[in-house]
Structures are given as structure tokens and as C-alpha cells.
């Protein structure tokens, strides 16, 4: 079965640091989201890309925040300058169409 | 108020018990409802997705959406232990980003 890979699966770094998060996406599949997931509270929306640009970002997603989608395969998201508040799951879905998004087991950000 | 609204539980319940899992909304242009299962230290997994009102079976899982109250349920039933997780509601507008609810954590004691 096809799935979002994600990597990697746990990553520290120290605040003021940047960080890359790297996901694959299901190959056929068109729209491209990260979601966070702070422990112990709900899943949030960070943003969505569709046809190489940002569709849709949340309050959240600020300047420090950026995603990319650099060879057709990969979809990035990079944080500038980590704050220890950044420290979450962040998951990587895709979706083939507006609904049953596919997600990646995530990874653990731990900002020290 | 929150536009998802979801009671995190947790919820326990014997082996074979049919469980009952709701979430209500606020915004009335949410048209996609989903259900989403979580296990610890896991992404979110699609268990169902529905659109519009109405009910949707998918062996023991049945999804129920009334769009008039703004209320969504999920019911599993003769539940098994390995159904212990978290389990999420989720939805959307048409091309809007999905608003999840907290999450429900499930355990299913045998």
C-alpha cells in the first residue's frame, strides 16, 4: 500500500538553529499538507500546496516558516530560527483529492 | 467557541462493547467529514470519510453525519483491543484546510 515517508523520525536542535523536514509524498497524488501536533493537544493545520504554491497557510505558519517541493518527489518544510515552543510532531499528508488525506508517521522536533 | 468540538475521553470500555464517538461543529460550510485513528507516536490513519449527511458502514465502523444539529458520530462495534487508540474527527470546507477535534484516546480492555 502506498504510503508518506517521512524523514527523519526524531530530530534536536538547538533554538536559533534551522531545521529541515523532508517528506515524500504518494507519487500520484496532487496536494501536499503539514499538520503539527504539539504533545498532548490536537492536530494543526500549517499549510496546504497544491500546483507548486501555497494554497493555504494558518495563523501559525509565519515567517520562520517555508515549504518546498524542490525535485517533484520531495516536499520540504524548513523552520529559520527554532523556538522551543516549535518542539512537536509534525506530519506530512498528502491527498489525491479534497478528502482521505494519507499521513506520515511523523517527526518528533525537539528544539533544546 | 472552538469550531470543532471534540470530548477527549478517555473513554474505556470492555471487549465487544459498541462504542460511541461524537464530535459537534460550528461552521456550517464544513462539507467532508472524516474519522481518523491514531496510535501513539503514529500518524493520523483515514478510518472514514463521508460527504454531506448521512451514514456510511464500513464493517464494524459506521460514520453518521447530521449537517441540521452539526454532529458527527462514529460507532464501532463488538470492539476489540486493538482497537484502543486515539480516534480524530476531521473536516473541511470544499478546498479549505481540514479542522481536526481533539481526539478521543479509546481503551478496549479484554
Known amino acids: 500500500e502506498p504510503e508518506v515517508t517521512q524523514t527523519p523520525s526524531h530530530q534536536v536542535t538547538q533554538m536559533g538553529q534551522e531545521v529541515i523536514l523532508r517528506c515524500v509524498p504518494i507519487?500520484?497524488?496532487?496536494?501536499f499538507y503539514w499538520y503539527r501536533q504539539i504533545l498532548g493537544q490536537k492536530v494543526e493545520f500549517l499549510v496546504s500546496f497544491y500546483n507548486n504554491e501555497i494554497s493555504e497557510k494558518s495563523e501559525i505558519f509565519d515567517d520562520q516558516f517555508s515549504v518546498e517541493r524542490p525535485d517533484g518527489s520531495n516536499f520540504t518544510l524548513k523552520i529559520r530560527s527554532t523556538k522551543l515552543e516549535d518542539s512537536a510532531m509534525y506530519f506530512c499528508a498528502s491527498s489525491e483529492e479534497a478528502y482521505g488525506y494519507t499521513f506520515g508517521s511523523g517527526t518528533r522536533l525537539t528544539v533544546v | 467557541q472552538k469550531e470543532v468540538e471534540q470530548d477527549p475521553g478517555p473513554l474505556s470500555v470492555p471487549e465487544g462493547a459498541i462504542v460511541s464517538l461524537n464530535c459537534t461543529y460550528s461552521?456550517?460550510?464544513?462539507?467532508?467529514f472524516m474519522w481518523y485513528r491514531q496510535y501513539s507516536r503514529k500518524g493520523p490513519e483515514l478510518l472514514m470519510y463521508t460527504y454531506s449527511s448521512g451514514n456510511k458502514e464500513d464493517g464494524r465502523f459506521t460514520a453518521q453525519v447530521d449537517k441540521s444539529s452539526k454532529y458527527i458520530s462514529l460507532f464501532i462495534r463488538d470492539s476489540q483491543p486493538s482497537d484502543s487508540a486515539t480516534y480524530l474527527c476531521?473536516?473541511?470546507?470544499?478546498?479549505?484546510?481540514?479542522?481536526f477535534g481533539a481526539g478521543t484516546r479509546l481503551t478496549v480492555k479484554p
Open positions: 507519487s500520484n497524488h496532487l496536494y
Open positions: 461552521n456550517s460550510a464544513f462539507q467532508y
Open positions: 476531521a473536516m473541511r470546507e470544499n478546498n479549505n484546510d481540514m479542522r
